[in-house]
């Protein structure tokens, strides 16, 4: 009696396209990014609104008293014997009320809170949307360039999760020898031309520690938003 043995055999031919693969990408990068901005969708019930629109570097005097909704990235916190203040850097808001995560700015201002609000949870780099009123408008030194800062009271704050790294790579395989077309040898009997050794995307998406929306309300410390 004869033994026959079957086996299949993937023809290199056969395998994804470099155009598939980049619409799985797509995919992959679109559906992270829905559940990354899911839990952020949702304008905070404090900083629901209308407010004037003002502009960081367009404040004047005149707007001394006015209540504004303003975002943007701290620089820098400050606290003293009766208040914490910050040096933001104003970023446009998006439709939840998150600064914009981009390089425009509208310009820095300073915001003040009675209390002390510590400088390793309200850390440089950490997103915040905050509600004031315009108290003084403040010169000071920005390398040695006289900026003036529109300086706020403010009633309300919002700190941000961090947001999360997205990383793509392309080509995880280390023995990564293409996209390339041309001759080719395997194990089994057969040879011709094709693409060989291409790899499939790989999308890796990494949160940083904070997930969590941390609001500070007047006259109260600072807790979890919701």
Known sequence: MTRTTERTITHPMNRPSLSAQRRGLTRSLLTASLLVLSACSTVPEPLRG???LIEPQDTARADIGRDVRWGGVI??????QSQTCFEVLSRELDGSMRPRNQDLTQGRFIAC???????????KGREITLLGSVTAL?????GDFDYQYPVLATSFITMWPERPDVIINNFNDPFFW????????GRYPYYGWGRIGYPGPRTTVRTGGSTDRVDVYEGAGPNEGR
Do not use: C, N, S
């Open 50 to 52: 209308t407010y004037p």
């Open 75 to 80: 620089l820098d916190t400050k606290p003293d």
């Open 113 to 123: 809170r009675d209390g002390f609000l510590d400088p390793e949870v309200f850390a």
């Open 138 to 142: 403040d010169q000071r030194k920005v």
């Open 178 to 185: 293409g996209p390339y077309w041309g001759p080719y040898w």
